[in-house]
């Protein structure tokens, strides 16, 4: 039985990263060594620590943004360089989080729906689940929103770990604000009748604890989330649709 054939490299990974100088080695290392996968792009964003460097050592390239600017703008930038890198053909887009370290290389099945066609966006679904110290009402707001807009049902809405054709990903611009971005890109998607689904890996990164800057962090997902949710309701939209349109 001969052995598997490795695809052509056609997928870019992006990571944003935000002091994880300790992770982001190890998750470059392991991006790297997934079939198909040729650039690994890590978006410093605005680090006070060793980030940048440690990334580029581990065979990134790597964009910085001088300041903090949030998640939403660092996806952006991440899958502007890997456009500028791009020659005939657009690479499709993985993106994930800094601090997945090794379970990094188990992020294939996000993929292999997208190579073969199968999907426009996939999600991951962590198959083992860290105890999140009061993430579910988050989640909770972020599935309920996109079921009521859209009628799909998400298990993990909050995933940053996503593949995405380029077409899928220039659909979903401009980007949800932040914390709200997998939001926004799910419900925007959706609607435009691209796709997406959601594929079980063995991957985990590290839990949100309990401490006042997690519950800070969490506070600032829930109004990005809120805020995504907002902007795509139905009367927003057509107030929105009503401005842009010329004037009698």
Not at 209 to 216: E, K
């Amino acid at each position: 039985m001969g052995e598997m054939a490795v695809p052509e490299p056609d997928t870019a990974v992006v990571i944003p990263a935000k002091d994880e100088a300790d992770r982001i080695g190890a998750t470059v290392t392991a991006a790297l060594k997934l079939p198909g996968v040729d650039l690994v792009v890590v978006v410093d964003d605005g680090s006070s620590d060793e980030t940048g460097r440690v990334a580029r050592a581990a065979g990134a390239r790597v964009v910085r943004h001088s300041r903090n600017r949030g998640k939403a703008a660092a996806m952006e930038s991440g899958a502007e360089a890997v456009r500028l890198l791009d020659e005939d053909h657009p690479r499709h887009l993985l993106f994930l989080d800094a601090d997945l370290g090794e379970t990094a290389a188990a992020a294939l099945p996000l993929i292999a729906p997208i190579r073969a066609g199968e999907a426009d966006m996939t999600i991951a679904r962590f198959a083992t689940r860290v105890k999140l110290g009061g993430h579910g009402i988050v989640v909770r707001v972020a599935r309920d929103g996109i079921k009521r807009l859209t009628g799909w049902e998400a298990t993990q809405p909050l995933n940053g770990q996503r593949c995405l054709t380029r077409a899928a990903f220039e659909a979903a611009r401009p980007l949800a604000h932040g914390f709200g971005v997998e939001t926004g890109m799910t419900v925007d998607l959706l609607r435009k009748g691209f796709r997406v689904t959601e594929v079980e890996v063995e991957m985990s990164h590290r839990a949100t604890g309990t401490d006042w800057r997690s519950q800070l962090h969490r506070a600032k997902q829930l109004r990005d989330v809120g805020l995504a949710l907002a902007a795509r309701e139905p009367a927003v939209d057509q107030a929105r649709a009503a401005l842009r349109s010329p004037r009698r």
